[in-house]
């Protein structure tokens, strides 16, 4: 049987939809567009439109990217963020939101909060001036509070400093060829003038805490692959500016060899947020975790899925690298181990065989010519977020179509 836009659904598929119908619906955000719960709730709607009688359960998610302390949050019962005045990534102030359980003394943060590319007009980004400073102030509030585990989504950053502004705001200091004290915010353009690194100083009471990294990549931080190569392009840095970044985390990286004994390349994931990861591993003593399966660990997902009949998940554009161990992928090993089908949905798709020979079943492209049609209205408001959600709206109501009727 074929979806409106030329997809198959497999015959098993059917089958098992005909038994029951509960759909667990779990779309990461798509990015600068719709949140989790936004993007997910579209499609649930058109679903529920077509089918009344499904049992259609919306499931917010992330996997280290913007969200995941939100996500993180709810599913310990919180209900209400904290608000702090921290550094902004280009030295403005601005109000982060964060959490914080009293009964488990762990502190939610995305470092987007802070530090994110969101927070930055189009025309003026640039990593090569963009500090993490907020981020790190946001552990130290965290830390004021009397937190025994930090727990932080290092996705969607506005910089490529190392984490050297974070450092920086929890007591670790920078000298340069001068050997004189680096004053102002660490920032990406800073790293290639760094000679020595000094932690004596570093907030005491991290020792005592559990500062959990939550990445949605395994980068490394410099060389092919790096930080700087594949991240400060889509921060606004040019061909140039990659070349002094990369250089400036590549002698960030010697000397915290040197000093230190660990060589960051050899840590997936110390790429992530700028190399942030990889300078609050060797410096403030973080653990560096993958987000996915931690994130849907501690929403159980997998009971989620008991008596389910399929799960539809999502993103912004799905291709190969969705199979590296993205949400999405990490969505889909659950559904194949429970042997519930996993739909994908995205609005930009490549490599859609290897998509479907992975287990995805549908994959349903929502720019299609088909689902841009059925998702037209007169005088409806024209933003990207609004333009997306109609076309999820729509791919919910033709998937429903065919589950209900099929």
């Known amino acids: 049987m074929k979806f409106a836009n030329g997809v198959c659904f497999t015959r098993h598929f059917f089958l098992f939809l005909r038994v029951m119908r509960k759909i667990i619906v ?9 949140s989790s719960r936004d993007a997910s709730a579209a499609f649930a709607q058109g679903v529920r439109n077509v089918d009344s009688e499904a049992q259609v359960l919306v499931v917010p998610v992330a996997d280290g990217g913007e969200g995941t302390a939100r996500v993180l949050a709810e599913a310990a019962g919180l209900t209400a963020p904290l608000y702090s005045s921290v550094c902004g990534p280009m030295g403005d102030e601005v109000y982060a939101e964060w959490w914080f359980d009293d009964n488990s003394r762990t502190a939610y943060i995305d470092m987007a909060q802070a530090s994110g590319l969101t927070l930055v007009d189009k025309s003026g980004r640039n990593p090569l001036c963009a500090t993490s400073h907020g981020f790190g102030e946001l552990i130290a509030k965290a830390l004021d509070r009397g937190a025994s585990s930090i727990v932080v989504g290092l996705g969607g950053s506005a910089t490529v400093d190392g984490g050297s502004g974070a450092c920086q705001a929890l007591g670790v200091r920078f000298f340069d060829k001068g050997n004189t004290l680096i004053r102002s915010y660490m920032d990406g353009s800073r790293l290639s003038s760094v000679t020595d690194i000094d932690v ?8 005592d805490v559990c500062l959990t990294l939550v990445c ?18 889509q921060k606004g840095a040019s061909a140039d500016d990659v070349t002094l970044l990369d250089n400036g985390l590549e002698n960030f990286r010697n000397l915290i060899f040197r000093k230190f004994g660990v060589d960051l390349n050899c840590i997936p994931g110390s790429g992530a947020a700028g190399g942030c990861a990889g300078g609050l591993m060797a410096l403030a003593g973080g653990v560096i ?4 399966p931690l994130v849907l660990d501690a929403l159980h997902f997998g009971s989620l899925l008991e008596g389910a009949s399929a799960v539809v998940t999502g993103e912004g554009a799905s291709d190969s690298q969705t199979l590296m ?15 519930v089908p996993v739909a994908l949905v995205a609005g930009v798709i490549k490599d859609r065989e290897r998509l479907e020979k992975a287990g995805f079943s549908p994959v349903i492209h929502i720019n299609s010519p088909e689902i841009i049609a059925a ?21 919910g109501k033709e998937f429903a179509r065919y589950v209900k009727f099929h």
């Open 200 to 207: 004596s100083r570093l907030d005491s009471r991290l020792r």
């Open 26 to 34: 779990a779309f990461d955000s798509m990015k600068g567009c719709l």
């Open 216 to 233: 949605d990549v395994v980068n490394r931080l410099t060389g092919v692959g790096g930080a700087a190569e594949v991240f400060a392009p």
């Open 289 to 292: 975790r993958e987000g996915a």
């Open 325 to 339: 161990g993205k949400l999405p992928c990490a969505i889909l090993r659950f559904g194949l181990k429970a042997h």
């Open 375 to 395: 998702s037209h209205t007169s005088g409806g408001i024209d933003t990207d977020a609004a333009i997306a959600a109609r076309r999820l709206q729509a791919a």
